[in-house]
């Protein structure tokens, strides 16, 4: 069955290292999206992917980076983890041509920065 | 931006009818009207999608009114399993203005 996964699912890192978020998806989905989830604040967008070596910022993209060097993968990066970057990661990808369509949502990554 | 404004939380009890309301004034023409289901430790769930007046599938209904500055979710005989956090989800293609509401935390209670 094709399904989106998220790797790793918990990670500790320390303020200042780079850290790489992995998200596959086996949809061969064309969009791909990253969200942060903080209590009280729903989910955020963080950046999205309409294609693979297209990459959006979304509302909350400062400190993220995103790269789509295929269908399948959208690898989120931080390029020097903060602690506010402490949070919940979704990535979630959908099929049509409406950003509105349905997504996706894999498990979430939970990342710590101390 | 179109905005979403939906109620914290919300009590029911088995088998009642649920319906939750998102309030968004400043929705576009071309915007969707989209509602997620979270349950904790998860990824949220597509429950629902429409664009106006009533949409209905196996899981809940959608009501639209003709001005399409709210919509409605109905959960119809609810169980303890719909316990979760719904979202209201506001937009459209090409455009980073998709926005996820603050979330309605329901709980069922037996």
């Known amino acids: 069955d094709a399904e989106i996964t998220q790797s790793p699912r918990h990670k500790i890192t320390e303020t200042g290292r780079q850290v790489t978020l992995a998200c596959h998806q086996t949809?061969?989905?064309?969009?791909m999206f990253w969200y942060r989830q903080d209590l009280g604040h729903g989910l955020r967008l963080i950046h999205y992917?309409?294609?693979?070596?297209?990459?959006n910022k979304g509302e909350v993209s400062d400190g993220y980076s995103v790269s789509r060097s295929n269908t399948e993968d959208l690898p989120l990066t931080l390029e020097s983890a903060a602690s506010s970057q402490t949070s919940v990661y979704f990535c979630?990808?959908?099929?049509?041509?409406?950003?509105?369509?349905?997504?996706?949502f894999g498990p979430g990554t939970r990342l710590t920065v101390t | 931006l179109a905005k979403t404004t939906q109620p914290i939380s919300m009590d029911s009890y088995e088998g009642q009818e649920v319906n939750i309301t998102c309030s968004h004034n400043n929705i576009a023409t071309n915007d969707y009207i989209t509602w997620y289901q979270q349950f904790p430790s998860q990824g949220p769930r597509f429950i629902i999608q429409?664009?106006?007046t009533k949409v209905t599938n196996e899981v809940a209904s959608l009501f639209i009114p003709a001005d399409r500055k709210s919509s409605t979710l109905s959960l119809p005989r609810v169980s303890l399993s719909d316990t979760a956090v719904y979202y209201c989800l506001v937009g459209k293609y090409n455009n980073n203005d998709m926005r996820f509401g603050a979330g309605t935390r329901l709980t069922v209670k037996p």
């Open positions: 429409g664009y106006k």
């Open positions: 992917s309409y294609g693979v070596q297209d990459t």
């Open positions: 979630a990808s959908s099929e049509g041509t409406l950003l509105s369509d349905e997504q996706y």
């Open positions: 949809w061969n989905h064309n969009n």
